[in-house]
T-cell receptor, first 116, second 107 residues
Framework: DAGVIQSPRHEVTEMGQEVTLRCKPISGHNSLFWYRQTMMRGLELLIYFNNNVPIDDSGMPEDRFSAKMPNASFSTLKIQPSEPRDSAVYFC??????????????FGSGTRLTVV | DQQVKQNSPSLSVQEGRISILNCDYTNSMFDYFLWYKKYPAEGPTFLISISSIKDKNEDGRFTVFLNKSAKHLSLHIVPSQPGDSAVYFCAASGMRFGAGTRLTVKP
């Protein structure tokens, strides 16, 4: 299994541009999570999906952020328009069920976003 | 609203000694806790977990202790090895993570 695959690994964009981050979860996993890592706040949960349906998007910082999961094997996180304060590492994670005591979530390697 | 707090951003220990990483939480409804380890340029990986019905879970050199009355858990690594140098995240009920503690183990 290739694990959770995120693309791109690095993204540099100008303020005001649209940015789309992509994630392919592990086959068979039915829960998918988007996290943002910053120095100040650590790993923040942005949104999670269960069976392709958004369950909790209370962590999405503002309307500029949107996430979709059109099918079980693909999800996107879009920022439009992007701002310098959005610069962070964005992680996607997946699991079989939202509660995983014994194995935790499987994370991708992250996308480092820099907005200049 | 930080429901999970790791108040020490960094910790440095000597190889062979014990590393103790701490985590506090605010919500008494959390029913399990996990620790993840993260190396640079990689995603976090699951390390060890504990259910709220237990007060200790051990896996090799790693032990997690849970004090529900204090809403506090800790991760003990004994003996510490240079390869343990990483950022450690505490997570509550899967989804809520702390800010992380960077552990450096010096040879």
């Amino acid at each position: 299994d290739a694990g959770v695959i995120q693309s791109p690994r690095h993204e540099v964009t100008e303020m005001g541009q649209e940015v789309t981050l992509r994630c392919k979860p592990i086959s068979g996993h039915n829960s998918l999570f988007w996290y943002r890592q910053t120095m100040m706040r650590g790993l923040e949960l942005l949104i999670y999906f269960n069976n392709n349906v958004p369950i909790d998007d209370s962590g999405m910082p503002e309307d500029r952020f949107s996430a979709k999961m059109p099918n079980a094997s693909f999800s996107t996180l879009k920022i439009q328009p992007s701002e310098p304060r959005d610069s962070a590492v964005y992680f996607c994670a997946s699991s079989l069920g939202a509660t995983q005591l014994n194995y935790g979530y499987t994370f991708g390697s992250g996308t480092r976003l820099t907005v200049v | 609203d930080q429901q999970v707090k790791q108040n020490s951003p960094s910790l440095s220990v000597q190889e062979g000694r014990i590393s103790i990483l701490n985590c506090d939480y605010t919500n008494s409804m959390f029913d399990y806790f996990l620790w993840y380890k993260k190396y640079p340029a990689e995603g976090p990986t699951f390390l060890i977990s504990i259910s709220s019905i237990k007060d200790k879970n051990e896996d090799g050199r790693f032990t997690v202790f849970l004090n529900k009355s204090a809403k506090h858990l800790s991760l003990h690594i004994v003996p510490s090895q240079p390869g343990d140098s990483a950022v450690y995240f505490c997570a509550a009920s899967g989804m809520r993570f702390g800010a992380g503690t960077r552990l450096t183990v010096k040879p």
